[in-house]
C-alpha cells in the first residue's frame, strides 16, 4: 500500500475507529465527543480555532474518504467515518461544549444521521468524498440550529 493510500485509510477511517465491529459511526461519533469533553474541561471554546479545525477535518474527509473510497472500489465504505468525526463537530458550531450540550449534540447527530430528513440524502449523490461527507455535515448543522434553538430557550 502507498503512503498516500495508507495516510488516506488512517484519516477516512478516523484513526481506525471505522472497522471496529459493531456500529463504527457511533463509535467515531461519540470518541469525537469524548475529545471535544476532554479539551473542553482544559480550554475555552476558541471560535475561531475550533471553525479551522471543522474545515480542515472537513477538507481532509474529503480528500481521504475520495482515496479510501477508491482504493477499496466502493462508493461510500462503512469504514470511512471521518464524515461522522466532521459532522459531529458541526454539531458544537454554535454552542458552548458543556456537558448537556455534548450530550444531546451526539444523540441529535446521531438521529438526523440515521434518519436524514430533506435534503440531507439527497447530498449523497455527490460525487466521490463530497458525497461522503456533505450529508454528515448538514445532519450536524441540523443538530447544531436545534441545539441553539434549545439552549437559547433554556438560557444557556
Not at 488512517?10 to 471505522?18: D, E, H, V
Not at 482504493?71 to 458544537?92: C, H, M, N, W, Y
Not at 455534548?102 to 435534503?119: E, H
Not at 455527490?126 to 445532519?139: F, Q, S, Y
Amino acid at each position: 500500500m502507498s503512503p498516500k493510500s495508507s495516510l488516506s485509510l488512517f484519516l477516512a477511517s478516523g484513526c481506525y475507529i471505522g472497522f471496529i465491529p459493531g456500529a463504527p459511526g457511533t463509535y467515531a461519533s461519540v470518541a469525537t465527543t469524548a475529545v471535544l469533553y476532554a479539551v473542553s474541561r482544559t480550554q475555552a471554546h476558541a471560535g475561531e480555532l475550533y471553525v479551522s479545525v471543522f474545515c480542515l477535518v472537513t477538507a481532509a474527509g474529503v480528500l481521504a474518504s475520495t482515496e479510501a473510497a477508491r482504493s477499496r472500489g466502493l462508493k461510500d465504505p462503512s469504514f470511512v467515518v471521518i464524515d461522522e468525526v466532521s459532522g459531529q463537530l458541526a454539531t458544537f458550531l454554535l454552542v458552548p461544549l458543556e456537558l448537556r450540550n455534548l450530550v444531546l449534540g451526539t444523540a441529535l447527530f446521531r438521529l438526523f444521521d440515521i434518519w436524514k430528513p430533506f435534503p440531507i440524502r439527497r447530498l449523497e449523490r455527490l460525487p466521490g468524498g463530497a458525497g461522503i461527507m456533505a450529508d454528515d455535515v448538514l445532519a450536524g448543522l441540523y443538530a447544531t440550529a436545534i441545539l441553539y434553538l434549545v439552549n437559547r430557550v433554556m438560557g444557556g
